[in-house]
Structures are given as C-alpha cells and as structure tokens.
Nanobody
Framework: VQLVESGGGLVQPGGSLTLSCAAS????????MNWARQVPGKGLEWVSS???????YYADSVQGRFTVSKGSGKNTVYLQMNSLKPEDTARYFC????????WGQGTQVTVSS
C-alpha cells in the first residue's frame, strides 16, 4: 500500500487549495479513504472520510468548506479546501485501512497573510 499526498502550499486566508492523494497497492474502489491533519505539538485531527459506497463525512471544523472526492477512473482522492482559515494550517495526511492503517507522508498547508 502506498499513499502519496500533494498539493499543499502557502495560501492567504479565504483562499483555496486542492490536495491530492495518489493510492496504489490495493483495490482502491472497495476501500474508504480518509484525510487527517496535524499541527506540531498537537494530536492528529480527523478531517474527512470518503466511504467506498460514496458517503462522505466531515469534521465540524471543516463542514461546508472542504469537499472530499474520488477521481473518476483514477486511484486518487482529493480534498478541495475553500475559505481557508489560519487555523487550517497543518500537515495533511491521507489514510486507508487496508487490513491495518496506512498513511502517506503528508503535505503541508499554511494559511497566512
């Protein structure tokens, strides 16, 4: 199982970013995918999940601003982030539970003016 995140960067408050997570090594279509984030010195915070049946779930802190989706025909899950706030600054990870939890290396998102 390999998960590779990309798309992070520096963005101003109110801006948007789209994160991508390219997955390989497992049957992507039958597993749910998850996004989480972590600020140095703090615990991991769950952000969003995309279930295999298409259901999506979001943390209250990002509900209405973030959208998770899967690429059509691609083993990729996306996290569209709009109306970004400084408190969204974190390292973002995608994860899949394929027998055991698997994590990518993460991508840094910094929201600052």
């Amino acid at each position: 199982v390999q998960l590779v995140e990309s798309g992070g960067g520096l963005v101003q408050p109110g801006g948007s970013l789209t994160l991508s997570c390219a997955a390989s090594g497992f049957l992507f279509s039958v597993y749910g995918m998850n996004w989480a984030r972590q600020v140095p010195g703090k615990g991991l915070e769950w952000v969003s999940s995309y279930y295999a049946d298409g259901r999506t779930y979001y943390a209250d802190s990002v509900q209405g601003r973030f959208t998770v989706s899967k690429g059509s025909g691609k083993n990729t899950v996306y996290l569209q982030m709009n109306s970004l706030k400084p408190e969204d600054t974190a390292r973002y990870f995608c994860a899949a539970v394929v027998g055991t939890p698997h994590w990518g290396q993460g991508t840094q998102v910094t929201v600052s003016s």
